[in-house]
Each structure stands twice: as C-alpha cells, then as structure tokens.
C-alpha cells in the first residue's frame, strides 16, 4: 500500500532533550516536507527537500534540523526542544519537485515539549 | 508574498444545505490551488486542484472549486452537505517553483441534521 508513515504518532518530551521524528514514504518520490499545524494557524511548512541532499528552509524552519541521505526517508530532527515547539507534524511527499503532483500526508505526530 | 486567506474558521449548515466554503489567494506568478479536508485524528487528503486547465474543478465525495482570476478566489461548494462532510477544509497554494506551499488556517465545517 502506497504511504506515508510517520513515528512516534505521539510524543511527550522535556526543553532541551533532543528528539527525531522519522518519515518514510514507499512511493520512490522525490519531494518530501515537513508541516507543523497550530489551532488559529493552519499549517505552515518547516523544511522541503527536492531529493536526496537538497533540502530548502520553508516558512518556519527556526529550531529544526532535516536531512535526506535516502530518497524514502526525511527525518525531523529538534535538537533542543522548547515549549513553543508543542503541535502537530505533518510529514509529506509528491512524485516530482517540479511539478503539481498531489501531495501525499502522513498521520500526523503529536508532539508536546513540557 | 504568496498568501491564502479563508473567510471563516468555522461554518455551520444544515444537511441538504449547500456548503460554501471560501478562500483567496494573493500569488506574484500564475497559482495552483488546492483543497484538502482532514478528518478527527487524520492527515490530509486532497479534495480537488487546479492546475491551469478548467477553471471549474470537479473533485471527490461531489465538491467542486472554481478559479476566478479576477477575484482571486477558489471557493469550494458542495449542493448537498452530509453528516460525513463534517471536517475542517484548508485551501493552499502552490508557488516558488512548485515547491513551497502556503496554507490557508483552515475551516471547520459544522453539519447539523
């Protein structure tokens, strides 16, 4: 089945311990984003990638490390957690970077930072 | 600056009625437009897009969009709401080489019976 799968769904972590939500799709795409949403905010991108190795800041990358050594896998990497870093993440992918493909999400990981 | 406005974070209508929920777009270059609904505790799912073809955009489950360039405006209807319909609806807006995506922050559509 063609997904998006994201892990953990749930999380629940102090300020300062650094954390990595995994993301992995099996649909051999090129283009893979992270997204948090915020009530009141709608959802606003973190970082893309285009493909393996290139990776560009979205609209609120502050706080946030990505990397894409394989084209399946984006993880989402905080390295210092804070309280403002509380939401919901939203990993995704399409066919083509180029292009208007339809963007496939995952589930969703809850994170909360205490 | 690309952006994506939706007028109402929350609507409310009766089953049967007609649903309407609206976004507009500022975009520098010529936009794509996107509708997703999202579901309690789910991700995403794409309704409907337009992409430069027919204005008039048929998607899933019987809504559809139109592009008005003159409005900048992407409503999304639907002639008959169903209980199921109940979701919360973002509009986006594709840009900067097809690679960043702007979201509106969404409407909750309420469905009474």
């Known amino acids: 089945e063609a997904q998006v799968t994201q892990n953990p769904r749930y999380l629940i972590t102090v300020t300062g311990k650094k954390l990595t939500v995994t993301c992995s799709q099996n649909m051999n795409h090129e283009y893979m984003s992270w997204y948090r949403q915020d009530p009141g905010l709608g959802l606003r991108q973190i970082y893309y990638?285009?493909?393996?190795?290139?990776?560009d800041k979205g609209d609120v990358p502050e706080g946030y490390k990505v990397s894409r050594k394989e084209k399946r896998n984006f993880p989402l990497i905080l390295e210092s957690p804070s309280p403002n870093q509380t939401s919901l993440y939203f990993c995704?992918?399409?066919?083509?970077?180029?292009?208007?493909?339809?963007?496939?999400f995952g589930p969703g990981t809850r994170l909360t930072v205490l | 600056a690309q952006s994506v406005t939706q007028l109402g974070s929350h609507v409310s209508v009766s089953e049967g009625a007609l649903v309407l929920l609206r976004c507009n777009y500022s975009s520098s270059v010529p936009p794509y437009l996107f509708w997703y609904v999202q579901y309690p505790n789910q991700g995403l799912q794409l309704l409907l897009k337009?992409?430069?073809?027919?204005?008039l955009v048929k998607g899933i489950n019987g809504f559809e969009a139109e592009f008005k360039k003159s409005e900048t405006s992407f409503h999304l209807t639907k002639p008959s709401a169903h209980m199921s319909d109940a979701a919360e609806y973002f509009c986006a807006l594709l840009s900067g080489g097809y690679q960043k995506v702007t979201f509106g922050i969404g409407t909750k559509l309420q469905v009474i019976p």
């Open positions: 995704a992918s399409k066919g083509s970077s180029g292009g208007t493909d339809t963007q496939y």
């Open positions: 990638s285009m493909n393996v190795e290139v990776t």
């Open positions: 337009y992409t430069s073809a027919a204005t």
